[in-house]
């Protein structure tokens, strides 16, 4: 059975035994040990030991970001067995786990060289007799929590800025996928983090996720995945008066204007829905279509939808996976049945696959609805699945009605030639992030976080290790005359 990773030590968790699922087939990845909860209590205050022993807690930037260098060359090295590895754990593609693979090893690079240029701020002078200054200080024990669907992405999106940051860490993977943030404790151990600094925790959020996030000396909780976990994080912290990072669902429209370029766009919404299975926070699950293009482009959606080549994600050629598991299947199939009893059509998909090698898996056919309003289930609630729900609008004030009218606010896609149009959607759209003309892109330097019930805070760009930090103003007295206030 797998170790874990407790404080620089690799060995079996006191917790119960897990299995690693592979979703193409059923079959087992491996087994590995969960924590118990005298495992987190073990773990967390190593980790307080460790942040606070001089050799960290006094390191120099540059030291710090050496580390995550190596880290950044050795996820390059190993990319293709990570990947593979990825596969196993998810089902993603391979050719999407490779990418998830290559943006960690950028965040790594990228966080390191932000550490290096971060430099604080000397205060302008108010007085001749003292100078003021402003230092950033790290916040101690940090639970980073992850869920399944793109591990080593949002892993490293944790670890790089809260360890450069100076800070340990404690990650907590989701139970689906713990085998990839076990190689990443190698990875970084091999890049030389000293030890106790990071510990990958597998087990279940609601048992060891919890125990890591109740514990006093835990100083935040960065956390990525579904909204009610994330509410009930955030009660959590508000008690502990401690700060949250929380990247939550979405149900994001992507719109397509009268004056789009419908090739493009054809091609985007596809992307933007169907890529990962619809298993993406930023899924563009709402598409509103312009009547007077609806028709048209509706058609070359659904027959580009019917094209695209579902299979095993091991299959260098496969475009859509499985989805992670039997009871997500389940779920996803439940609120299309859900869409045709509130008077959806389904266009194309609508069922699961099981057509030769495919009834081994949790395939679902990529699906798209028409025939419901935006106050339709399928249209307020989060699928985290291969389905498309299509909505035609006239007037563009009433398509902004529709498309803010959501608890979600995390990203939305805008298709049209038309620039103008573009920048005053894209300010009047309460979202995130909103991709014009593309969809899905991400760039390590651009920050990334929701809007409204998607969330609280921001991922990556350069700030983001000072949102691993809290901010110490200094005052250094100038003046050898003693203050005269008390002269009398
Ligand atoms: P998803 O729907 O993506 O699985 P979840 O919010 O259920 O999203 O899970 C995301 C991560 O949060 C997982 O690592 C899961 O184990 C963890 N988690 C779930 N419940 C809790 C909890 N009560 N406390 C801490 N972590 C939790």
Known sequence: MKALFLAGQWRQGRGPAARSIFPADGSVNAEFSTASTDDVEEAIQAAHQAWQDPSWRNSLPVERARVLYKVAELIEKNATELAALQTRDNGKPLAETRGLVMSAASTARYTAACLETLD????????????????????????????????????????????????????????????????????????????????????????????????????????????????????????????????????????????????????????GIFSSSGQACIA???????????????????????????????????????????????????????????????????????????AQGTYYAPTIIAGLNNHASVCQEEIFGPVLVALPFEDEHDLLLQANDSVYGLAAGIWTENYRKAWQLARALDVGTVWINTYKKFSISTPFGGFKESGVGREKG??????????????MGLSSQPDPWCEG
């Open 120 to 271: 604080t701020e000397l205060t302008n002078a108010r007085s001749r007799e003292w100078l003021t200054m402003s230092v950033h200080e790290p916040l101690g024990v940090v639970a980073a929590i992850t869920p399944w669907n793109s591990p080593i992405a949002s892993e490293v999106q944790k670890l790089a800025p809260a360890l450069a940051a100076g800070n340990a860490v404690i990650l907590k993977p989701a139970e689906a996928t713990s085998l990839i943030a076990l190689e990443l404790a190698r990875l970084f151990e091999e890049a030389g983090l000293p030890r106790g600094l990071l510990s990958v925790l597998p087990g279940k959020g609601s048992v060891v996720g919890n125990a890591i996030v109740q514990h006093p000396l835990v100083k935040k909780i960065s956390f990525t995945g579904g909204t009610s976990t994330g509410r009930q994080l955030a009660h959590t912290a508000a008690e502990r008066l401690i700060g949250t990072s929380l990247e939550l669902g979405g149900k994001s429209p992507t719109i397509v204007l009268a004056d789009a370029d419908l090739d493009l766009a054809v091609n985007g919404v596809i992307y």
């Open 284 to 358: 563009g699950a709402r598409l509103f279509v312009h009547s007077s293009v609806y028709d048209d482009f509706m058609q070359r959606l659904v027959a580009k939808t019917q094209a695209l080549r579902v299979g095993h994600p091991e299959d260098a050629s496969t475009q859509v996976g499985p989805l992670i598991d039997e009871k997500h299947l389940n779920s996803v199939d439940a609120y299309v049945r859900q869409a045709e009893a509130e008077g959806g059509q389904i266009l194309t998909g609508g069922h699961r696959l099981t057509e030769g090698e495919l």
């Open 462 to 475: 350069r700030l983001s290790i000072l949102s691993y930090m809290q901010q110490k103003s200094i005052y």
